[in-house]
């Protein structure tokens, strides 16, 4: 069973960047169809934020953080990242990875169809 550790998150000002990281981990090897950013934010329901395919070139972006956020991933390292910058303070949330392990050929954008969770990390965007 593969465990997602998010990282990278913390306190902010306004306009600043964050580099978040998720990392597979458990097990001897790692192959997802999708995988995503969600994001949390107090008194809210979770959201989507980005996703991309595991063994396809493209992303896909919440409009909210397009043009803001870059998903990307390493396969080599099980890793992928979300480099977020012009942070808001409207973006501060506890940020989600997330796996899905089958798909039907486009990218999954609902948190439905993701079956394996990280912990989440939290992103704090000040004035």
């Known amino acids: 069973q593969v465990q997602l550790v998010e990282s990278g998150g913390g306190l902010v000002q306004a306009g600043g960047s964050l580099r978040l990281s998720c990392a597979a981990s458990?097990?001897?090897?790692?192959?997802?169809?999708?995988m995503a950013w969600f994001r949390q934010a107090p008194g809210k329901a979770r959201e989507f934020v980005a996703a991309?395919?595991?063994?396809?070139?493209?992303?896909y972006y919440a409009d909210s953080v397009k043009g803001r956020f870059t998903i990307s991933r390493d396969k080599s390292k099980k890793t992928i990242y979300l480099q977020v910058n012009g942070l808001k303070p409207e973006d501060t949330a506890v940020y989600y990875c997330?796996?899905?392990?089958?798909?039907?050929?486009?990218?999954?954008?609902?948190?439905?169809?993701?079956?394996?969770w990280g912990q989440g990390t939290q992103v704090t965007v000040s004035l």
């Open positions: 997330a796996a899905a392990t089958t798909g039907p050929g486009n990218i999954p954008l609902s948190g439905f169809e993701y079956n394996c």
């Open positions: 458990g097990g001897y090897t790692f192959s997802a169809y999708a």
């Open positions: 991309v395919r595991w063994n396809r070139v493209g992303a």
